[in-house]
């Protein structure tokens, strides 16, 4: 009698720790945001001395992936293989006009550690009807994260873009506060801050800082929830 009591004893203990052992296995562990940094968005190879026109752009996008973490090919830019494309102050998304996808996004504010779930709506597709308004040089809100390229009278970009634009530095900057989320081509969700426009991320850029090499922050959910 005492070796059975004994016997089912440590049963019970056993099967205690194989549950605690398998709740601390099985728990989801915290998203971490990944910085992404100098992301080249067509960057010019030289400027004009004369006025400061930029020299050698492509006028190709940039094409990144979440899932991977990294740029895709312009060889596959007709595939679901990328979610968003950078080219200069334009943010595409694989959707629309932009591509073949189904990603989708949606700029809104707020404190991007603070955002814990992916909305459930509100997201737009890329619907642009000519390249002037694509590259943002008549200003676009048929993007689904909104640019413009010219400077308004008070300084600041459209208000529910990413950045600010100073008519008397000709400087661009991040907006603190602004969230993308994004569908990502894949159905999954992804959320991003942008975080400074120039390379290698000066503190204080000014007009002799280089353009258009993206420093951003980001959150990638694989398994399928609005979760981060």
Known sequence: MKKTKLFLS???????????SCSKNDATPALQATIYSNLPADPATSFNPTNGAPIGKTGKFTLFSFSTGAIVSNADSATTKWDIGFNGLTIIVNSGTSG??????LVQDGVFENLKTAPDAGYKTDNVSSK???????GSSNLA??????????NVSVSN???SYNISTHVITATAGKVIVVKTAG??????EILNYYKDAPDSPSMTSLPDYYKFAY????NGSKSF
């Open 219 to 222: 959150v990638y959910q694989p």
């Open 161 to 163: 873009g990413w950045y």
């Open 100 to 105: 073949p996808g189904s990603a989708a996004a």
């Open 145 to 154: 994260i909104p640019t413009t390229a010219n400077a308004p009278s008070n």
């Open 10 to 20: 440590l049963v019970l203990i056993a099967g205690f720790a194989g549950l605690s």
């Open 132 to 138: 002037s308004e694509l590259y943002g040089q008549s």
């Open 187 to 192: 159905g999954k969700y992804a959320k991003l």
